[in-house]
């Protein structure tokens, strides 16, 4: 017997819901380090495990074909933690904000032009029903942009021929600027949790991987790493570990600039936002002088992630010599809190 009726449920919650692990465990998991003041909880992020067309026949399986009338209150909370077969069920009334995080996928064969259109008009307020951020391809299209600021960004686009999505994300690898850096992290823990070095224990590990990024001088970096590292064992192992980090270090390039490595990327996180809005906007308006004229905050208040998708359907039609804008929209929230954590 369950206790749903009974128990104290937590309010003032936002939920995101998104599509896989990469943008759980390594975007979101970033951008909330570097903007804690957007306060969402790493238990808060569901990884839904499957693409957008699933979500569309889940609630068609719930709430039937009509499911957009006037009458219908979709509760997303509730399909989704029904599906995942969660212990305890989950209302849109446990949360103040619902963000969904989903990829196009032009190349799926369940795509439906009409259908994510139908959820792209209908989610798009995070305080009501919630609302959907879809990225071009996919996800990892944050990460493609080959410097920092990169002028040709907001030209960018890929055949609609680049299929399956392991293509793209190998395109990605190949020509991003940031891919190492937001990597970086995950590659520290790894090297320590590692054979050679083999810091098994975790708290230890996770202080040892804190410490690392909150260097912020070249300077007094080597003492840092030496105080840092105490915790292997063997001193020339040790050393080894010190001049290998050094060197990762230099190349991510934060220490240079006397930052962290959080908040150099808050800037760098910063960067892809502005990108993005700017790109968006053209896409919408298809004019990019217009775009020149504009501060970017007025841009980002007349971006409309709707307009954004008719244009992809469109452009993307044509199978053999169709293609997509890549774009990210789902680091909107950000702006989309406080258009001031960017400015």
């Known amino acids: ?22 943008e759980k465990n390594e975007l979101f998991w970033l951008v909330f380090k570097c903007y804690p003041e957007l306060h969402v909880d790493m238990e808060n992020i569901w990884i839904y495990g499957t693409n957008i067309y699933m979500l569309y026949e889940d609630i068609i399986r719930e709430y039937g074909d009509d499911w957009e009338n006037e009458w219908t209150d979709i509760d997303l909370p509730f399909v989704i933690s029904k599906k995942k077969n969660l212990e305890n069920l989950c209302y849109k009334n446990d949360f103040t904000n619902i963000i969904l995080v989903f990829d196009y996928e032009r190349h799926d064969p369940q795509f439906s032009a009409d259908k994510i259109l139908r959820l792209q008009n209908y989610f798009s307020d995070a305080a009501d029903m919630g609302k959907l951020y879809l990225n071009y391809p996919m996800i990892e299209s944050y990460q493609h942009l080959k410097s920092l600021p990169d002028e040709e960004y907001i030209n960018r686009k890929i055949s609609v021929s680049l299929q399956p999505g392991s293509k793209y994300k190998e395109l990605v690898r190949n020509e991003s600027v940031i891919e190492k850096a937001v990597d970086f992290p995950h590659r520290i823990e790894d090297l320590l949790a590692g054979t050679r070095y083999r810091i098994e224990d975790a708290d230890k590990r996770q202080i040892c991987c804190d410490k690392i990024l909150n260097i912020s001088n070249d300077s007094e970096m080597e003492r840092s790493l030496e105080e840092i590292l105490r915790v292997v064992d063997d001193d020339k192992k040790a050393r080894t570990l010190k001049y290998q980090l050094k060197d990762w270090i230099e190349k991510v390039g934060y220490t240079h600039e006397n930052r962290t490595y959080w908040k150099h990327m808050r800037e760098v996180i910063g960067e892809i936002v502005c990108h993005n809005i700017e790109k968006a906007y053209v896409i919408q308006h298809e004019d990019r002088n217009d775009s020149n004229d504009r501060k970017l905050k007025e841009q980002f208040e007349q971006v409309d992630l709707s307009q954004i998708l008719n244009v992809q359907n469109e452009v993307s039609q044509d199978m053999e010599n169709g293609f997509i804008w890549v774009l990210n929209t789902c680091i909107f929230l950000i702006p989309d809190y406080n258009f001031r954590l960017i400015a």
Do not use: I, K, Q
């Open 1 to 22: 017997m369950n206790n749903y009726a009974t128990e104290a449920r937590r309010r003032g919650r936002s939920l995101l819901v998104v599509e896989g692990d990469h």
